[in-house]
T-cell receptor, first 113, second 115 residues
Framework: QKEVEQDPGPLSVPEGAIVSLNCTYSNSAFQYFMWYRQYSRKGPELLMYTYSSGNKEDGRFTAQVDKSSKYISLFIRDSQPSDSATYLCAMIKYTGTASKLTFGTGTRLQVTL | GAVVSQHPSWVICKSGTSVKIECRSLDFQATTMFWYRQFPKQSLMLMATSNEGSKATYEQGVEKDKFLINHASLTLSTLTVTSAHPEDSSFYIC???????????FGSGTRLTVV
């Protein structure tokens, strides 16, 4: 069993829809959580960084963490065609610059006109 | 925000030659940088952890003599693919995290094609 599970999609939604992206993890040692957006042939771009259970909002993006259920989500409101990309969840077990990221497999999102 | 610059963005080389990829942290010092490899439609695979002033730590299955890593300063790490072969063709990405915390920042990636 992988430490981090993420539905690979592809997920196709119409413009303006609310998108829900999810990851589950099995190791309760994970304490810090990130969401990345990756366009084709580009490096991942950090969207959200969270470390406590609850919600964190930034513009159209909301990150949700439920440590008791070992479940994290990213919500995208008013989705745009420019949001079409692969979304990766990532997490680390402790803070510090040498802590290795554990990634989900990524979810491909397509926002259609 | 933290910025990591990676060069070149793409490179084509002949089989048997070596290629160097640079990763620079532009607005923070990075004692640790990470090098990843990514195949099409797959997630990132960690190759090695680059430590400033000391030897890199390689993940299991990664040939350290083929993928030479140098982290000679707090803002620069390099990955050299030695004696490249077509199977080394891939997307290579570096990443680092500021000591003040927050998420990891990634470079824009280098697409290597070996012909």
């Amino acid at each position: 069993q992988k430490e981090v599970e993420q539905d690979p999609g592809p997920l196709s939604v119409p413009e303006g829809a609310i998108v829900s992206l999810n990851c589950t993890y099995s190791n309760s040692a994970f304490q810090y959580f990130m969401w990345y957006r990756q366009y084709s042939r580009k490096g991942p771009e950090l969207l959200m960084y969270t470390y406590s259970s609850g919600n964190k909002e930034d513009g159209r993006f909301t990150a949700q963490v439920d440590k008791s259920s070992k479940y994290i989500s990213l919500f995208i409101r008013d989705s745009q065609p420019s949001d079409s990309a692969t979304y990766l969840c990532a997490m680390i077990k402790y803070t510090g610059t040498a802590s290795k990221l554990t990634f989900g497999t990524g979810t491909r999102l397509q926002v259609t006109l | 925000g933290a910025v990591v610059s990676q060069h070149p963005s793409w490179v084509i080389c002949k089989s048997g030659t070596s290629v160097k990829i640079e990763c620079r942290s532009l607005d923070f010092q990075a004692t640790t940088m990470f090098w990843y490899r990514q195949f099409p439609k797959q997630s990132l695979m960690l190759m090695a952890t680059s430590n400033e002033g000391s030897k890199a730590t390689y993940e299991q299955g990664v040939e350290k003599d083929k993928f030479l890593i140098n982290h000679a300063s707090l803002t620069l790490s390099t990955l050299t693919v030695t004696s490249a072969h077509p199977e080394d063709s891939s997307f290579y990405i570096c990443s680092a995290r500021p000591s003040g915390g927050g998420g990891y920042t990634f470079g824009s990636g280098t697409r290597l094609t070996v012909v």
